[in-house]
């Protein structure tokens, strides 16, 4: 329960530093949706 709770946190800090980042172009978010993805990687 615990971890599932960490990977809930981990998850919803990368969503709004990804919209504070406030990507202009498809190109931009794409690169901050790799970025997400690799932090989420890292965790597990």
């Known amino acids: ?5 960490n990977v809930i946190a981990v ?3 990368l969503l709004v530093t990804v919209g504070l980042n406030a990507c202009n172009t498809a190109e931009g978010f ?3 949706v790799e970025k997400a993805g ?3 990687q890292e965790t597990f």
Do not use: A
């Open 1 to 5: 329960m615990r971890s599932f709770l």
């Open 11 to 13: 998850v919803g800090l």
């Open 30 to 32: 794409g690169r901050d």
């Open 38 to 40: 690799e932090k989420i």
